[in-house]
T-cell receptor
């Protein structure tokens, strides 16, 4: 079975400083990994995905993530936080090309002036 | 981009009544749609997988007679919460898989907040 662990339930950064949201995964198979963002009372928006191609994945809004098999990690980063980045972020794993997505518990990102 | 809508966005109903939530893929066809439930401050839990023209597949612990799913067309799936009770109050989110997408992409709807009084 696959799972993801988001190491921080809350992260607070100042506007203009780097963002790091941590995610570790566990999977018996070659996984597909995703990061989604959810703004209050809104659905989920895909930020980026890893599907066994390049290990450094670039997504929307300046976010990127690096797949590190040796560390079983898929941390999300952004060089400079913006106020609009404040939201809930979910790390998600999918086994191969299957349907089922397994969500992490989420990280609430707060961006302060 | 692919858009998924849900209706209603929020609903309040009395205990014992039934509520239907619609999930539509607006610009693509989806043979497979998914229903998730999200409790406050928690993650999404998959409830069931909805397949067009066939019965839904429910996750362990989800009552199929309570959460009725119908996927009558390639763009519409419905979730009916029957005989709703306050513990059914939650945020229900659907997603739809673009059958033309090689990456099996799932696109999420904006969610429906159900409050049972």
């Amino acid at each position: 079975a696959q799972s993801v662990t988001q190491l921080d339930s809350h992260v607070s950064v100042s506007e203009g400083t780097p963002v790091l949201l941590r995610c570790n995964y566990s999977s018996s198979y070659s996984p597909s990994l995703f990061w989604y963002v959810q703004h209050p009372n809104k659905g989920l928006q895909l930020l980026l995905k890893y599907t066994s191609a390049a290990t450094l994945v670039k997504g929307i809004n300046g976010f990127e993530a690096e797949f590190k098999k040796s560390e079983t990690s898929f941390h999300l980063t952004k060089p400079s936080a913006h106020m609009s980045d404040a939201a809930e972020y979910f790390c998600v794993v999918r086994k191969g090309g299957g349907n089922k997505l397994t969500f992490g518990t989420g990280t609430q990102l707060k961006v302060e002036l | 981009g692919a858009v998924v809508s849900q209706h209603p966005s929020w609903v309040i109903c009395k205990s014992g009544t039934s509520v239907k939530i619609e999930c539509r893929s607006l610009d693509f066809q989806a043979t497979t749609m998914f229903w998730y439930r999200q409790f406050p401050k928690q993650s999404l839990m998959l409830m069931a997988t909805s397949n067009e023209g066939s019965k839904a597949t429910y996750e362990q612990g989800v009552e199929k007679d309570k959460f009725l799913i119908n996927h009558a067309s390639l763009t519409l799936s419905t979730l009916t919460v029957t005989s709703a009770h306050p513990e059914d109050s939650s945020f229900y989110i659907c997603s739809a898989r673009d059958q033309e997408s090689l990456g099996y992409e799932q696109y999420f709807g904006p969610g429906t907040r159900l409050t049972v009084t």
